[in-house]
């Protein structure tokens, strides 16, 4: 086949605003196993919806935009359901910005050739596809983003802010940028940080970046990261966390309970916590821990905690579709947590 008809039907995002899952979830509770737990954490959810004073992190690992998650993304930032997000690269960069520039992510075959698809320039994540060359315009574009910039450390979600201004002032973007997880949270004043920000399309841009740089250059600065983040529980003492898979993204949130104690100016535990995952903690996996095991650190109180032991594609629609379609946001505001920093507000 040729790389067009390999690169022909289009990954379409799933829109919860569309489709009403209350009934489901709700009789998901009186059955077992993954179901009920997806329930208690539907239900979660909608409390965290509904505590005014609670500030919600939303954190994301995995190929989640690459799979038709970015809608449901966007509907939480849109409605004020999330106050700030905590992802890996690969999410922020690789798949939303990657499509705010107008490129696409396709429907694959897992058991593809894969050595055809290398010499085809198509990348492939299990069952879906994505053009290197488009990947590549991706990286360029950081690093043009980056050369426009004073010469100075940036935490990631300052340069994720720019990302987004630079959408924002580009007209040629209009056509995409409304969809992306980067604008909409630009303009909604919701921080974006990504900790491993080399880790993914963003580092090919800045290695660009500084080998040509030849004097004062742009870098990253995770310490930053984790205190940008620490500010947030500073600032609200009571949060909650809505975890899709595990990694850096996680445990950064989940550590500010801890920061701020090393500060002296200790806050209370993350008063509500939800995690979506396949994987296991017998073998020292699962990111560190359990939410439970999170307690005995001093991150996540148990009251309000449950564990889905389930594929995300499948499991966060729902849960995120439930509290949508329960309405209990309709009484929050925005919180604009991104004017914490000077400098990075959006219009």
Same mark, same amino acid.
């Given at each position: 086949?040729?790389?067009?008809?390999?690169?022909?039907?289009? #990954?379409?995002?799933?829109?919860?605003?569309?489709?009403?899952?209350?009934? /489901?979830?709700?009789?998901?509770?009186?059955?077992?196993?993954?179901?009920?737990?997806?329930?208690?954490?539907?239900?979660? *959810?909608?409390?965290?919806?509904?505590?005014?004073?609670? %500030?919600? @992190?939303?954190?994301? $690992?995995?190929? /989640?935009?690459? =799979?038709? *998650?970015?809608?449901?993304?966007?509907?939480?930032?849109?409605?004020?359901?999330?106050?700030?997000?905590?992802?890996?690269?690969?999410?922020?960069?690789?798949?939303?910005?990657?499509?705010?520039?107008?490129?696409?992510?396709?429907?694959?075959? !897992?058991?593809?050739?894969?050595?055809?698809?290398?010499? /085809?320039?198509?990348?492939?994540?299990?069952?879906?596809?994505?053009?290197?060359?488009?990947?590549?315009?991706?990286?360029?574009?950081?690093?043009?983003?980056?050369?426009?910039?004073?010469?100075?450390?940036?935490?990631?979600?300052?340069?994720?802010?720019?990302? +987004?201004?630079?959408?924002?002032?580009?007209?040629?973007? $209009?056509?995409?940028?409304?969809?992306?997880? #980067?604008?909409?949270?630009?303009?909604?004043?919701? !921080?974006?940080?990504?900790?491993? @920000?080399?880790?993914?399309?963003?580092?090919?841009?800045?290695?660009?970046?500084?080998?040509?740089?030849?004097?004062?250059?742009?870098?990253?600065?995770?310490?930053?990261?984790? /205190?940008?983040?620490?500010?947030?529980?500073?600032?609200?003492?009571?949060?909650?966390? @809505?975890?899709?898979? +595990?990694?850096?993204?996680?445990?950064?949130?989940?550590?500010? %309970?801890?920061?701020?104690?090393?500060?002296?100016? !200790?806050?209370?535990?993350?008063?509500?916590?939800?995690?979506?995952?396949?994987?296991?903690?017998?073998?020292?996996?699962?990111? +560190?821990?359990?939410?439970?095991?999170?307690?005995? &650190?001093?991150?996540?109180?148990?009251?309000?905690?449950?564990?889905?032991?389930?594929?995300?594609?499948? =499991? @966060?629609?729902?849960?995120?579709?439930?509290?949508?379609?329960?309405? +209990? &946001?309709?009484?929050?505001?925005?919180?604009?947590? =991104?004017?914490?920093?000077?400098?990075?507000?959006?219009?």
């Amino acid at each position: 086949m040729e790389k067009k008809d390999l690169l022909s039907r289009e #990954v379409r995002h799933i829109d919860i605003t569309r489709l009403d899952v209350v009934d /489901l979830v709700e009789a998901m509770g009186d059955t077992a196993f993954q179901a009920r737990n997806l329930n208690s954490a539907a239900r979660i *959810l909608d409390m965290m919806q509904r505590d005014s004073g609670c %500030v919600v @992190f939303l954190t994301l $690992a995995g190929s /989640l935009i690459s =799979a038709g *998650l970015k809608k449901v993304i966007t509907t939480l930032v849109e409605n004020n359901m999330v106050d700030a997000i905590v992802s890996t690269g690969a999410i922020i960069v690789d798949q939303d910005f990657f499509e705010a520039l107008g490129f696409k992510h396709y429907r694959g075959d !897992p058991r593809a050739d894969d050595n055809e698809l290398r010499e /085809l320039m198509i990348d492939r994540i299990y069952d879906t596809y994505i053009d290197e060359e488009d990947l590549r315009v991706c990286d360029e574009t950081i690093s043009v983003i980056a050369g426009e910039l004073e010469k100075r450390p940036y935490s990631s979600r300052e340069f994720i802010a720019e990302m +987004g201004r630079f959408l924002g002032e580009r007209e040629e973007y $209009a056509p995409y940028r409304d969809d992306s997880v #980067v604008y909409r949270c630009y303009q909604k004043g919701v !921080p974006i940080f990504v900790p491993a @920000f080399s880790d993914s399309s963003a580092g090919f841009g800045l290695v660009h970046h500084q080998y040509y740089a030849h004097g004062p250059m742009v870098a990253i600065d995770s310490a930053a990261d984790f /205190l940008e983040i620490t500010r947030i529980k500073l600032a609200h003492g009571e949060s909650g966390l @809505f975890m899709i898979g +595990g990694g850096v993204p996680k445990n950064f949130v989940q550590d500010v %309970v801890v920061a701020t104690e090393v500060l002296d100016e !200790p806050r209370p535990m993350h008063k509500y916590a939800i995690q979506i995952t396949v994987a296991d903690e017998r073998d020292g996996g699962l990111s +560190g821990s359990t939410l439970r095991e999170a307690s005995s &650190w001093g991150k996540v109180d148990t009251v309000h905690e449950q564990m889905v032991f389930a594929e995300a594609t499948l =499991a @966060f629609p729902l849960i995120a579709g439930y509290a949508y379609q329960k309405r +209990g &946001w309709e009484g929050r505001k925005e919180k604009r947590l =991104a004017d914490l920093y000077s400098g990075v507000s959006a219009p």
